[in-house]
């Protein structure tokens, strides 16, 4: 069995058209071959399978009220609550005190996403990093996990991180698309550091990060897919789901040249160690 750590359920129902409940069904019926159009996406459906739960991931003020109603509907939906460096200019004092007030919810079982993305916001690098110090210290106060969005930001990630409180902290740093350097130096900070990779680790021109993932322990990995975008291979570019995991599991244990059921027990038990789920 394997957890979706990090996925994004309502923006999959507006990308995908699709609701969570639809979705779930589909699972229950194995209807996916249907829905896609080429012979190979048909050929590999069979692998698409639901996950034991769904850690839905909250990094927009305005949706944490859904997060919380999806967790109280579902029993295998836990939540994340954080905000996003993209909105670094609009965020306010009120958001970070309802995000707070969320994070002590008992289905939460983490503080973010948050940190550093200086792909689409180079021109608020100061103030991202300002953000990132404070959301930083706010998520080590709550004593929740935390979810690290780092993007293209390896410096500044770095040097904020080597400067807090993070002994025996529990720190997921999600989605990763960094170098290998990047993720040598990350695993050698002073915490509990976990290692999410996603379809992009199936992606052709995703070589760094496949060299990153080769040196990450199999005790370090999650297994997660930042769902509805960056399907893998062979269904990029289409609206994507937990169920397409398998996948991502398949590449990983080819560049760590271990069997798949390594793959799924040991992210199974990282899952645990990292969210207690």
């Known amino acids: 069995m394997f957890i979706d750590t990090h996925c994004h359920i309502d923006s999959y129902e507006r990308h995908a058209g699709e609701s969570f409940n639809t979705l779930l069904e589909r699972f229950r019926t194995s209807s996916f071959a249907s829905v896609l159009s080429s012979a190979k996406e048909k050929a590999a459906a069979s692998k698409i399978t639901q996950p034991e739960a769904f850690i839905h991931v909250a990094c927009d003020p305005a949706d944490f009220d859904y997060a919380r ?141 496949r060299d990153a993932a080769a040196l990450v322990p199999l005790e370090q990995m999650l297994l997660e897919t930042d769902s509805p975008y960056m399907a893998p291979v062979p269904f990029r570019g289409k609206p994507y789901h937990s169920g397409y995991i398998p996948f991502i599991a398949d590449k990983l244990a080819e560049i760590k040249n271990v069997p798949v059921e390594d793959i799924y027990k040991h992210c199974r038990e990282n899952t645990k160690k990292c969210y207690g789920v």
């Open 69 to 209: 109603t999806l967790s109280e509907k579902y029993d295998n939906v836990y939540t994340a609550y954080g905000i996003h460096p993209e909105y670094v200019e609009t965020e306010t004092a009120e958001d970070e005190a309802r995000m707070l007030e969320f994070l002590k919810h008992p289905k939460c079982v983490a503080c973010g996403e948050f940190g550093l993305d200086y792909h689409y916001g180079a021109e608020t690098k100061a103030a991202q990093v300002k953000l990132f110090e404070r959301h930083l210290q706010l998520g080590i106060e709550s004593g929740k996990p935390l979810v690290l969005h780092l993007r293209e930001a390896d410096d500044d990630a770095l040097a904020v991180l080597r400067t807090a409180s993070l002994h025996n902290r529990n720190v997921h740093v999600h989605c990763f698309t960094g170098t290998p350097e990047f993720v040598e130096q990350l695993l050698a900070l002073d915490a509990n550091i976990f290692v999410g990779f996603t379809g992009i680790v199936t992606f052709n021109n995703a070589q760094s990060v």
